[in-house]
């Protein structure tokens, strides 16, 4: 099968590492629960550009190349890379291709896998999410972000979405949601 897996809250934890970041920047005291908005600027009420500017600001303190993984990601990935074909498909800006590239291998060195960046909320000058899903022919799409999961469900992907404040208020019945990478190994089997 050809498994398709987000990073950012799947694979690592990026949002609290952020948000703790943002709190610093802005002097405010937002929760990873406090998160339930896909849309950070919206939780911290500045603008798509201002968010854009301190994620660039994290990105150049390289604090997105220690991000602790995901409990169980690890086991999880290396077991499911073992009969199926593991494609990472992240929304992240392409200025840190190498260095997502450089993380993965680090934290799956014995995986044989494909990466590619959507240019869903970076201008990244390539596809959508949902279409390098399609092209793929993806059997499963791992995700925290139910944007996709529509255009990829109608195309025959089943979609897996991990629990998190951002996506509790999402219900659709094409999701198989989850809470951890236990659930995601029962869910595939």
Known sequence: MKIGIDVDEVV??????????LNKKTGKS?????VVDWDIAKIFQI???EERAENIEFIQ???????KLVEGAGAAI????????IFFI??????IKEDTEIYLKKAFPEVNFKIYHSDDHWPN???KKSEICTELRLDFMIDDNPDFLESCSRKGIKYILFNKPW???IAHENIKRVNDWKEVLASIK
């Open 61 to 67: 303190q390289r604090k997105h190349i220690n991000l």
């Open 90 to 95: 992240t929304a992240r800006p392409l200025i």
């Open 125 to 127: 000058k390539t596809k």
């Open 47 to 49: 603008t798509r550009e």
């Open 12 to 21: 690592c934890e990026f949002v609290k590492d952020y948000v703790n970041f």
């Open 167 to 169: 996506n509790k208020h």
């Open 30 to 34: 937002i929760s990873y629960e406090d």
């Open 78 to 85: 290396i077991q499911l890379s073992k009969e199926n074909q």
